[in-house]
């Protein structure tokens, strides 16, 4: 069977994420995170370093990951599965937005991962979605690269070594950040350290 290598990259920074907002799908990135793009683009311009040769170019439906893409001269297709968590009513408010309007809420949704207070979806339902995709994904084969978001890439790591849906909240995903998952068809690996070209 052939393996699936799967980068995935955290888009950079938008004004929500600077301010601990929810975010929304029209968060564009902010001037420092269209920087830090090009920047790390232009470091690696070849990108074999980076990301690697890839077969597939993915990306999340925000325009936070588009961009991204497009900084680092990728052309993806747009995949409903990465998009980022649906956070209702609370999309474009700060945590402390929230925390003084309805601090039980916010408590209830930071301590267990099937609650949505919200209205819109639950960390354990972007876990599923999110982790269906990558089962999937197991028997593709080839090199593929998955422009979305931290909570994304968080939620797809608990799933990938089989962890509890709490655990997401000890994994930190900072923007522009890579994550490298492997399978061979049976199961997904974290690799770390610097990608071999190719």
């Known amino acids: 069977m052939t393996g699936t290598s799967l980068r995935l990259v955290a888009h950079g920074h938008t004004a929500a994420l600077r301010r601990a907002r929810f ?24 990108r074999r370093g980076h990301l690697g040769v890839h ?18 001269g990728l052309l993806p297709t747009i995949e409903a599965a990465l998009a980022d968590c649906d956070y209702g009513d609370w999309s474009g408010r700060s945590l402390e937005e929230v ?10 949704w930071l301590s267990a991962p099937d609650s949505a ?4 979806e639950s960390v354990t339902a972007v876990r599923d979605r999110v982790g269906g995709w990558l089962d999937e994904l197991h028997g593709v084969g080839g090199r ?17 070594l089989g962890l ?16 490298r998952l ?17």
């Open 55 to 72: 077969d597939t170019c993915l990306s999340s439906p925000a325009a936070a990951a588009r961009q991204t893409a497009d900084a680092f």
């Open 164 to 179: 509890p849906v709490a655990t997401y909240r000890q994994v930190d995903v900072e923007p522009l950040a890579v994550v």
């Open 117 to 120: 207070p919200h209205g819109g």
């Open 23 to 46: 975010g929304g799908t029209d968060d564009g990135l902010d001037e420092g995170g269209r920087r830090g793009a090009l920047a790390q683009a232009q470091a690696d311009p070849d």
């Open 99 to 108: 925390a003084g309007t309805q601090p039980q809420a916010l408590h209830d």
């Open 144 to 160: 593929v690269i998955a422009v979305t978001h931290p909570l994304v890439i968080r939620v797809a790591v608990v799933h990938a």
């Open 182 to 198: 492997t399978s061979q068809g049976t199961r997904w690996q974290l690799r770390l350290g610097a990608p071999r070209a190719g």
